[in-house]
């Protein structure tokens, strides 16, 4: 008995083993102040605010006013999470839902392949192809995004259609609708593949035009209505936040263009190559990806396009499930290369291709991080961390850098530094450089704007102990915290500017 179940034995515990070692990594790095106020804790404060009444609101992202998510994106699947984090709110359950969530995807990816393969050994090796990819890794390890229900839901999609179950099928398509506003289109690419799969033009292409509509309702006329921009936030001409904003004159800027078309390629290959190219040879099971990959490859920032990022993770689910088809159709009979040989084949090509982008994001020692998990600050850190939370209290409004707001307890009015602090009761700033590999947070104008704050007569710095400093609005100013606070900012934006410079040269 246990010997025919072992695939699915294995397969659970490797889930849970990718689950446990992953939820533990971000844990790690968030009591390293390496995680970001604009992801996780946003997402926090959105639950908080629902809970408290306020709605689905949010101070954290650009445009950084008070603003209803739902105008940034449509994700009303995060209701759901309402209940759990009233039960346990911390950012820390977010953190787990989403590392075990993404995991668990590998599972309708075994029973898929199990269905297709005809053997459960096949199934699993293709599920920790699912397990071992970059794209999953680090989605799993970023801070907490709607997009970790995606991979799951994606993959039960493709489930119902390879077992034909129209329930199941509608009920996953309408999930998914609720997970992120373009993924209409990943319902118009299901509808599709089920007509073409199953030969039922009138019931496929009445989900897929369902999908269509709902996308252009969602874009034209929902997001636009809870907006403070009037339109969809991504497509706005706000330069931090409209990625698509150049769609609506693309042929203005040819070298932008350009650059579009060739960095999409190179995203394709990026993708496929790690499996010789055979899901193009099942292109109508890609049909599901459409919309991650249309976001993805238009969008002007490069990091949704990064293996370091969460934007990909579910594509991946339909690479394998189309690579799957495509072994199943085509290596199962006549082909003289038979299914393992093209298994061991795509193992050791996913493998190089796992190792080579095996530098996970935000990490100075990279995979080094993995022998020193961390489930709380410092404690130094931790001594005037909790010095601070007496002071500010539960209700202040606050300010602090992206890798510091999120060490504060979640609360309506949280601003991202050094934007709209003059609205806060509290600015909270770490004068520590974190990172080694990348940009420091602080820039130059967040100096500036500290320099200002020290001669400002409204803010006073009431707490200076371990790189932690508090200031307060119409605080009494520490004059002798104030000159030693002085002389190390003044240090730290001498290191931070050759610390980028090191960068710049490599």
Known sequence: MIKRNAPVILLLLLV?????????????????????????????QLLFNVISGNGLTTSIPPPYIEQNWLGIHFSPI????????YLFPHIETLLFIQSFCIAASAIPIFFIAKTLLKSPWYALAVSIFYLINPFVINAQIWDFHEIAFAPLVIAMILWSIIHKEKIYFIIFCSIMLAIKEHYGLAVFGAGILWAHHWREPKFGLSVAFSGLIFLAMVIGIIMPH???????????????????????????????????????????????????????????????????????????????RSPQSYHTAAIIPVLLIAYVKTL???????????????????????GFFSYNFAALPNLP????????????????????????????????????PMNILPQIPVRRNMYLFPDRYEDADYIVINTRIIFEKRTAYFTEKHFQVLQNILADKNWGLVFYSDNWLLFKHNGQNNSQLSIKAAKDLQELQFKTKEHNQKLLRK
């Open 226 to 304: 809870f907006s403070p921009l009037g339109s969809a936030l991504m497509l706005s001409n706000e330069k931090t936040v409209g990625f698509f904003s150049w769609l609506n004159h693309p042929f203005a800027d040819s070298d932008l263009l350009v650059k579009q078309v060739v960095n999409g390629i190179f995203y394709g290959i990026v993708l496929i190559l790690p499996l010789w190219f055979q899901p193009l040879l099942s292109f109508s099971w890609l049909l599901p990806s459409i919309a991650d990959m249309a976001t993805n490859t238009l969008s002007i920032n490069d990091l949704m």
């Open 328 to 350: 199943a159709d085509r290596y199962s009979t006549a082909s003289k290369l038979k299914i393992p040989d093209m298994l061991i084949a795509t193992a050791a090509l996913v």
């Open 16 to 44: 849970l083993t990718s689950g446990c070692i992953t939820f533990c990594y971000i844990l790690s790095m968030r009591y390293e102040l390496k995680t970001s106020a604009v992801d996780g804790l946003s997402f926090a």
């Open 365 to 400: 020692n990279n995979a080094f991080e993995l022998s020193k998990f961390k489930f709380s600050l410092p404690p130094s850190d931790k001594s005037a961390h909790d010095e601070i939370i007496k002071i500010i209290g539960p209700d202040s409004s606050v300010s602090g």
């Open 78 to 85: 995060l209701y759901l999470l309402v209940p759990v984090y």
